[in-house]
C-alpha cells in the first residue's frame, strides 16, 4: 500500500527556518517524481516545487512565490523528501502536503495527508 | 504564466449531472487532472489525462476536454460528492504545476 507521511510542521516566526519531511513507503521511490503542494486556510491548493526522478537527474523547479527560498531535496535510500523552507513569511502558513506523480504531465495520484506550517509572531 | 479559470461554486440536486468547467487558453493541448477534496482530507484524483478515471473511483465521474474548456462530469450527484473540486495541467512553457481555483459543488 502506497503511504506518504509528512512531518516537521509548526509553528515559526517570520524569518525562521523549517525542514519538512515526507516519509513514503509502498512504492519504489526512486522512480517517481515527488511535488510538494500547499493550501493556505481556507483557500485553493497552490503548488510549491518538484523533485524529479533518478531518470531525469533529480532536476528541481518552483513555483516562483517559494523560489530562492525553499529547496527541495530527496533521499532515495531512505525514501524521503524534504523541504527546507528559509526566510518565512506570514503568507506561508498553509498545510503542506507531498504527492507523487509519474512524470511532468501526469496527475498526483497519492498525497500525504499533510503538515501544518504557521508562520506568525 | 498559464492561468486556470473554474467557477467558485455549482449547485446541483441530488440525482441530477454536475458539470464543472475548468477554463483554459488552449487548454485542450494539455493533459488536465481532477481533484476532489472534502473537508480536512487531502485531495484525491478523480480523473487523470482528461477522461481516465483510477481505480476506485465510480464511473459516475468522467471528464472531456477541448478547445479552451476541459470539464468534469459528475453523472447521478449524491450527497456524498460534496466537495471542492480541482482542476490541474503541467504548464511545460514555465515548467509550473498549475491548478484552477477550485470550485465548491454544493448538492442541494
Known amino acids: 500500500e502506497v503511504q506518504l507521511v509528512e512531518s516537521g510542521g509548526g509553528l515559526v516566526q517570520p524569518g525562521g527556518s523549517l525542514r519538512l519531511s515526507c516519509a513514503a513507503s509502498?512504492?519504489?521511490?526512486?522512480?517517481?517524481?515527488m511535488d510538494w503542494v500547499r493550501q493556505a486556510p481556507g483557500k485553493g491548493l497552490e503548488w510549491v516545487g518538484r523533485s524529479r526522478n533518478k531518470a531525469n537527474s533529480y532536476t528541481t523547479e518552483y513555483a516562483a512565490s517559494v523560489k530562492g527560498r525553499f529547496t527541495i531535496s530527496r533521499d532515495d535510500s531512505k525514501n524521503s523528501l524534504f523541504l527546507q523552507m528559509n526566510s518565512l513569511r506570514t503568507e506561508d502558513t498553509a498545510v503542506y502536503y507531498c504527492?507523487?506523480?509519474?512524470?511532468?504531465?501526469?496527475?498526483?495520484?497519492?498525497w500525504g495527508q499533510g503538515t501544518l506550517v504557521t508562520v506568525s509572531s | 504564466s498559464y492561468v486556470l479559470t473554474q467557477p467558485p461554486s455549482v449547485s446541483v440536486a441530488p440525482g441530477k449531472t454536475a458539470r464543472i468547467t475548468c477554463g483554459g487558453y488552449n487548454i485542450g493541448s494539455k493533459s488536465v487532472h481532477w481533484y476532489q477534496q472534502k473537508p480536512g482530507q487531502a485531495p484525491v484524483l478523480v480523473i487523470y489525462?482528461?477522461?481516465d478515471r483510477p481505480s476506485g473511483i465510480p464511473e459516475r465521474f468522467s471528464g472531456s476536454n477541448s478547445g479552451n474548456t476541459a470539464t468534469l462530469t459528475i453523472s447521478g450527484v449524491e450527497a456524498g460528492d460534496e466537495a471542492h473540486y480541482y482542476c490541474?495541467?503541467?504548464?511545460?512553457?514555465?515548467?509550473?504545476?498549475?491548478f484552477g481555483g477550485g470550485t465548491k459543488l454544493t448538492v442541494l
Open positions: 509502498g512504492f519504489t521511490f526512486s522512480d517517481h517524481y
Open positions: 489525462y482528461d477522461t
Open positions: 504527492a507523487r506523480a509519474e512524470g511532468d504531465s501526469s496527475g498526483f495520484d497519492y
Open positions: 490541474q495541467v503541467w504548464d511545460s512553457s514555465s515548467d509550473h504545476v498549475v
